[in-house]
């Protein structure tokens, strides 16, 4: 069925600024996240992963921040372009299903030229 | 070569029909899994499969049924549609330790009307 409840956040932003996407992720054991990217009639594509014995990882353009004592996780996208235009995922690995991943609800990230 | 490719890319049909979505992977992966998307992103868990044998089953109507032949396929049927059931279905794959995260089809969007 539907996400009763759930909205999906979206995030605008001016070519050529940086953008910062925000997750809060659900289990205190998750041990490895990664950021996806959904750009639109396609499926999630990987950006960047991170392990719990790292705060911080960075890719070419892409910065991921994590907070194990929060438990958060965000997406830093520096002079975001308008082919960054998509929905993002971060996903846990919660440790349960191995290699099963928990994935939050998205964020739309719109870039406004 | 598309990694992992599922097919049809779209699907109309009418409520109570039966319809079988496809997919594969040439990946060499171990594990591959079903995703439904609703109208708000969210991505749900439905099956997930390891060597041909079910690892996960979430709560899914048992009119959902997950064939796997070979670990390079994983069908889905599914028995007398309902207007619920309209949702992009994504199929993705990953290998053992799920480094990297999975690979995901470009999805099938199926709309019961």
């Known amino acids: 069925g539907e996400s009763v409840g759930l909205h999906l956040p979206t995030l605008s932003v001016q070519e050529g600024d940086n953008s910062i996407i925000n997750c809060a992720y659900s289990?205190?054991?998750?041990?490895?996240f990664i950021w996806y990217k959904q750009e639109s009639g396609k499926g999630p594509q990987f950006i960047i992963d991170i392990r719990s014995n790292m705060d911080k990882r960075q890719g070419q353009r892409v910065t991921v921040l994590l907070n194990k004592t929060v438990k958060h996780l965000s997406l830093q996208i520096a002079a975001t372009q308008p082919g960054d235009s998509a929905v993002y995922f971060c996903a846990e690995n919660n440790g349960n299903y191995g290699q099963n991943f928990v994935f939050g609800p998205g964020t739309r990230l719109s870039v406004l030229p | 070569d598309t990694a992992v490719s599922q097919t049809p890319k779209y699907l109309v049909t009418q409520m109570g029909n039966d319809k079988s979505i496809k997919c594969e992977q040439n990946l060499g992966h171990d594990t591959m899994y079903w995703y439904k998307q609703d109208s708000k992103k969210f991505l749900k868990i439905m099956f997930s499969?390891?060597?041909?044998?079910?690892?996960i089953n979430e709560t899914v109507p048992n009119r959902f049924s997950p064939k796997s032949p070979d670990k390079a396929h994983l069908n889905l049927h599914i028995n007398s549609l309902e207007l619920g059931d309209s949702a992009v279905y994504f199929c993705a794959s990953s290998q053992a330790g799920g480094l990297r995260g999975y690979t995901f089809g470009s999805g099938t969007r199926l709309t019961v009307v």
């Open positions: 289990n205190s054991a998750s041990d490895y």
């Open positions: 499969y390891n060597n041909k044998e079910l690892i």
